[in-house]
């Protein structure tokens, strides 16, 4: 049900954009984001941004990142400038999402994407 792109190859200092998309039986997206999970490391929150505009940002995220969302098209993206070779992750997209009008509240996670911030 997600569908995340744009990861790549990029030199430091530069930039890259990540898109994900949601779809499927969705009655309404309350939460989307991005963590990462750096090799030997644990998933760690990147940024989240809730449907009422609310956003959180993991401390190497701060400054440098820049989440924002398509409602309509439930799309959730993430900017990402002055990367550096530390930044170089498989990134995962999650919603939490309600599927039907009277149901539990769920989270889901896409594949990943691999960014690998290199000369």
Same mark, same amino acid.
């Given at each position: 049900?997600?569908?995340?792109? +744009?990861? +790549?190859?990029?030199?430091?200092?530069?930039?890259?954009?990540?898109?994900?998309?949601?779809?499927?039986?969705?009655?309404?997206?309350?939460?989307?984001?991005?963590?990462?999970?750096?090799?030997?490391?644990?998933?760690?929150?990147?940024?989240?941004?809730? #449907?009422? #505009?609310?956003?959180?940002? +993991?401390?190497?995220?701060?400054?440098?990142?820049?989440?924002?969302?398509?409602?309509?098209?439930?799309?959730?993206?993430?900017?990402?400038? #002055?990367?550096?070779?530390?930044?170089?992750?498989?990134?995962?997209?999650?919603?939490?999402?309600?599927?039907?009008?009277?149901?539990?509240?769920? +989270?889901?996670?896409?594949?990943?994407?691999?960014?690998?911030?290199?000369?």
């Amino acid at each position: 049900q997600l569908q995340a792109s +744009g990861g +790549g190859l990029v030199q430091p200092g530069g930039s890259l954009r990540l898109s994900c998309a949601a779809s499927g039986n969705i009655f309404r997206i309350y939460t989307m984001g991005w963590y990462r999970q750096i090799a030997g490391k644990q998933r760690e929150m990147v940024a989240l941004l809730t #449907s009422t #505009s609310d956003t959180n940002y +993991g401390d190497s995220a701060k400054g440098r990142f820049a989440i924002s969302r398509d409602n309509n098209k439930n799309i959730v993206y993430l900017q990402m400038t #002055s990367l550096k070779p530390e930044d170089t992750a498989v990134y995962f997209c999650y919603a939490a999402l309600r599927s039907f009008a009277v149901g539990p509240v769920a +989270g889901y996670w896409g594949e990943g994407t691999l960014v690998t911030v290199s000369s």
